[in-house]
Protein backbone atom coordinates (compact mmCIF):
# COMPACT_ATOMS: atom_id res chain seq x y z
CA UNK A 1 0.00 0.00 0.00
CA UNK A 2 0.80 3.40 -0.09
CA UNK A 3 1.04 4.32 3.33
CA UNK A 4 2.06 2.60 6.85
CA UNK A 5 -0.54 0.19 7.56
CA UNK A 6 -0.98 -1.15 11.02
CA UNK A 7 -3.49 -4.10 12.78
CA UNK A 8 -5.75 -4.39 14.72
CA UNK A 9 -6.91 -0.54 15.06
CA UNK A 10 -8.35 -1.38 18.46
CA UNK A 11 -7.61 -4.53 20.84
CA UNK A 12 -8.75 -4.93 24.10
CA UNK A 13 -6.87 -7.66 25.99
CA UNK A 14 -7.91 -9.15 29.78
CA UNK A 15 -5.13 -8.36 32.42
CA UNK A 16 -2.49 -10.96 31.64
CA UNK A 17 -3.46 -11.80 28.15
CA UNK A 18 -0.58 -11.63 25.47
CA UNK A 19 -1.40 -9.74 22.53
CA UNK A 20 0.36 -8.90 18.79
CA UNK A 21 0.48 -5.46 17.00
CA UNK A 22 1.37 -5.70 13.47
CA UNK A 23 3.30 -3.14 11.35
CA UNK A 24 3.41 -3.27 6.90
CA UNK A 25 5.97 -0.03 6.44
CA UNK A 26 5.50 1.49 3.21
CA UNK A 27 7.10 -0.48 0.70
CA UNK A 28 11.07 -0.30 0.11
CA UNK A 29 11.10 1.75 3.58
CA UNK A 30 14.64 0.24 4.89
CA UNK A 31 13.90 2.01 9.07
CA UNK A 32 10.89 0.69 10.77
CA UNK A 33 10.00 2.25 14.33
CA UNK A 34 7.52 1.68 17.09
CA UNK A 35 6.26 4.02 19.71
CA UNK A 36 3.76 3.93 22.58
CA UNK A 37 1.75 7.18 22.92
CA UNK A 38 -0.39 7.06 26.44
CA UNK A 39 -3.55 9.22 26.63
CA UNK A 40 -2.59 12.45 26.70
CA UNK A 41 1.08 12.34 26.37
CA UNK A 42 3.15 12.44 23.30
CA UNK A 43 4.46 9.79 21.49
CA UNK A 44 7.95 7.84 22.97
CA UNK A 45 10.42 5.47 21.40
CA UNK A 46 10.42 1.60 21.87
CA UNK A 47 12.59 0.38 19.58
CA UNK A 48 14.16 0.95 16.02
CA UNK A 49 14.81 -1.70 13.16
CA UNK A 50 17.06 -1.38 10.04
CA UNK A 51 16.04 -3.94 8.24
CA UNK A 52 15.67 -7.15 9.53
CA UNK A 53 17.95 -5.88 12.71
CA UNK A 54 16.55 -4.42 15.77
CA UNK A 55 19.21 -1.71 16.24
CA UNK A 56 17.67 0.22 19.47
CA UNK A 57 15.18 -1.58 21.77
CA UNK A 58 16.19 0.78 25.12
CA UNK A 59 12.75 2.11 24.98
CA UNK A 60 10.92 -0.85 25.77
CA UNK A 61 9.46 -0.29 29.30
CA UNK A 62 9.96 -4.19 30.35
CA UNK A 63 10.88 -7.85 29.26
CA UNK A 64 6.93 -8.34 28.61
CA UNK A 65 7.71 -6.33 24.84
CA UNK A 66 9.51 -8.08 22.09
CA UNK A 67 9.65 -6.77 19.02
CA UNK A 68 10.64 -8.49 15.58
CA UNK A 69 11.05 -7.70 11.82
CA UNK A 70 12.42 -10.91 10.66
CA UNK A 71 12.40 -10.69 6.93
CA UNK A 72 13.14 -6.77 7.25
CA UNK A 73 9.36 -5.69 5.62
CA UNK A 74 6.52 -6.38 8.19
CA UNK A 75 6.99 -5.96 12.03
CA UNK A 76 5.11 -7.37 14.99
CA UNK A 77 5.37 -6.08 18.11
CA UNK A 78 4.32 -8.43 21.35
CA UNK A 79 3.40 -8.01 24.69
CA UNK A 80 3.24 -10.75 26.84
CA UNK A 81 0.87 -11.02 30.16
CA UNK A 82 -0.60 -7.20 29.37
CA UNK A 83 -1.06 -4.87 32.43
CA UNK A 84 -3.66 -2.00 32.77
CA UNK A 85 -0.52 0.06 32.19
CA UNK A 86 0.29 -0.82 28.76
CA UNK A 87 -3.02 0.75 27.81
CA UNK A 88 -2.17 3.21 25.14
CA UNK A 89 -1.84 3.77 21.15
CA UNK A 90 1.39 1.51 19.58
CA UNK A 91 2.51 3.76 16.83
CA UNK A 92 4.72 2.29 13.78
CA UNK A 93 6.39 4.74 11.63
CA UNK A 94 9.19 4.06 8.91
CA UNK A 95 11.32 5.87 6.27
CA UNK A 96 13.63 5.46 3.64
CA UNK A 97 16.78 5.02 5.47
CA UNK A 98 18.01 8.86 4.72
CA UNK A 99 18.66 10.25 8.47
CA UNK A 100 16.68 13.12 8.21
CA UNK A 101 14.02 11.82 10.86
CA UNK A 102 10.86 12.58 8.10
CA UNK A 103 9.13 9.49 9.53
CA UNK A 104 6.03 8.32 7.98
CA UNK A 105 3.06 7.30 10.53
CA UNK A 106 0.66 4.55 10.52
CA UNK A 107 -2.78 5.22 12.23
CA UNK A 108 -1.43 3.22 15.24
CA UNK A 109 -3.05 0.02 16.95
CA UNK A 110 -5.16 1.56 20.43
CA UNK A 111 -4.30 -1.25 23.12
CA UNK A 112 -7.08 -1.17 25.99
CA UNK A 113 -6.01 -3.56 29.08
CA UNK A 114 -9.28 -4.34 31.03
CA UNK B 1 18.67 14.07 29.37
CA UNK B 2 17.55 15.88 25.81
CA UNK B 3 13.97 16.64 25.40
CA UNK B 4 11.22 18.56 24.08
CA UNK B 5 9.36 21.28 25.96
CA UNK B 6 5.84 22.63 24.39
CA UNK B 7 4.28 25.75 26.72
CA UNK B 8 0.39 24.98 27.09
CA UNK B 9 -1.62 21.56 26.62
CA UNK B 10 -4.71 23.22 25.14
CA UNK B 11 -4.77 26.74 22.91
CA UNK B 12 -7.76 28.08 22.03
CA UNK B 13 -7.97 30.61 19.68
CA UNK B 14 -10.68 32.54 17.60
CA UNK B 15 -11.35 31.82 13.58
CA UNK B 16 -9.07 34.29 12.11
CA UNK B 17 -6.73 34.84 14.66
CA UNK B 18 -3.07 33.99 14.68
CA UNK B 19 -1.84 30.74 15.72
CA UNK B 20 0.97 30.62 18.22
CA UNK B 21 2.43 27.07 19.35
CA UNK B 22 5.52 27.03 21.40
CA UNK B 23 8.50 24.74 20.70
CA UNK B 24 11.43 24.66 22.76
CA UNK B 25 14.23 22.06 22.59
CA UNK B 26 17.00 21.35 25.15
CA UNK B 27 20.42 20.85 23.29
CA UNK B 28 23.45 23.22 22.66
CA UNK B 29 23.78 21.76 19.19
CA UNK B 30 20.72 21.97 16.55
CA UNK B 31 18.66 18.91 15.83
CA UNK B 32 16.45 18.54 12.99
CA UNK B 33 13.23 19.83 13.83
CA UNK B 34 9.94 18.50 13.11
CA UNK B 35 5.87 19.96 13.80
CA UNK B 36 3.42 16.63 13.24
CA UNK B 37 -0.29 17.27 13.30
CA UNK B 38 -2.39 14.79 14.75
CA UNK B 39 -6.46 14.60 14.08
CA UNK B 40 -8.30 12.11 15.85
CA UNK B 41 -8.25 8.60 15.47
CA UNK B 42 -5.35 8.98 12.88
CA UNK B 43 -1.66 9.06 12.53
CA UNK B 44 0.82 11.80 12.90
CA UNK B 45 1.24 13.74 9.63
CA UNK B 46 4.32 16.22 8.86
CA UNK B 47 3.28 19.75 8.78
CA UNK B 48 6.80 20.89 8.21
CA UNK B 49 10.53 20.21 9.67
CA UNK B 50 13.82 22.08 9.66
CA UNK B 51 16.80 20.22 8.49
CA UNK B 52 19.75 23.11 7.64
CA UNK B 53 19.49 26.50 5.86
CA UNK B 54 16.82 28.74 5.90
CA UNK B 55 15.41 29.63 9.15
CA UNK B 56 12.30 30.37 8.35
CA UNK B 57 10.08 26.78 7.16
CA UNK B 58 6.79 26.64 5.46
CA UNK B 59 4.79 23.68 5.85
CA UNK B 60 1.19 22.23 4.71
CA UNK B 61 -1.98 23.95 5.15
CA UNK B 62 -0.47 27.93 5.89
CA UNK B 63 2.18 26.65 8.86
CA UNK B 64 5.31 27.91 9.57
CA UNK B 65 7.98 27.94 11.81
CA UNK B 66 10.90 30.03 12.32
CA UNK B 67 14.20 28.09 13.83
CA UNK B 68 15.81 30.20 16.53
CA UNK B 69 18.77 28.85 17.39
CA UNK B 70 19.99 31.46 20.22
CA UNK B 71 16.37 31.02 21.88
CA UNK B 72 16.32 26.38 21.20
CA UNK B 73 13.03 27.80 19.78
CA UNK B 74 10.93 26.46 16.67
CA UNK B 75 7.78 27.87 17.26
CA UNK B 76 5.22 27.28 14.92
CA UNK B 77 2.55 29.99 13.13
CA UNK B 78 -0.75 30.82 11.06
CA UNK B 79 -1.99 33.81 10.43
CA UNK B 80 -5.49 32.86 10.21
CA UNK B 81 -6.93 29.88 12.11
CA UNK B 82 -9.48 28.04 10.44
CA UNK B 83 -11.98 25.33 12.17
CA UNK B 84 -9.99 22.84 9.76
CA UNK B 85 -7.05 23.48 12.05
CA UNK B 86 -8.47 22.18 14.89
CA UNK B 87 -6.02 19.23 16.23
CA UNK B 88 -3.18 17.81 18.38
CA UNK B 89 -0.06 19.50 17.30
CA UNK B 90 3.73 17.80 18.41
CA UNK B 91 6.80 19.41 18.06
CA UNK B 92 9.80 16.76 17.65
CA UNK B 93 13.54 16.71 17.25
CA UNK B 94 16.03 14.24 15.75
CA UNK B 95 19.17 14.52 17.75
CA UNK B 96 21.13 11.85 15.14
CA UNK B 97 20.51 9.19 17.53
CA UNK B 98 19.24 5.73 16.20
CA UNK B 99 19.37 6.78 12.62
CA UNK B 100 16.23 9.37 12.93
CA UNK B 101 14.65 8.33 16.13
CA UNK B 102 12.30 11.52 17.01
CA UNK B 103 11.69 12.88 20.86
CA UNK B 104 8.18 14.05 20.97
CA UNK B 105 7.27 17.53 23.16
CA UNK B 106 3.76 16.20 24.81
CA UNK B 107 1.77 18.24 22.31
CA UNK B 108 -0.85 20.84 22.44
CA UNK B 109 -4.18 20.69 21.21
CA UNK B 110 -5.51 23.32 19.26
CA UNK B 111 -9.26 23.99 19.49
CA UNK B 112 -10.90 27.00 17.22
CA UNK B 113 -13.77 28.66 17.99
CA UNK B 114 -16.29 30.02 15.51
Known amino acids: GAGVSQSPRYKVAKRGQDVALRCDPI?????LFWYQQALGQGPEFLTY????????KSGLPSDRFFAERPEGSVSTLKIQRTQQEDSAVYLC????????????FGEGSRLTVL | AQSVTQLGSHVSVSEGALVLLRCNYS??????LFWYVQYPNQGLQLLLK??????LVKGINGFEAEFKKSETSFHLTKPSAHMSDAAEYFC????????????FGKGTKLSVKP
Open chain 1, 93 to 104: ASHRGVNTGELF
Open chain 1, 27 to 31: SGHVS
Open chain 2, 92 to 103: AVNYGGSQGNLI
Open chain 2, 27 to 32: SSVPPY
Open chain 1, 49 to 56: FQNEAQLD
Open chain 2, 50 to 55: YTTGAT
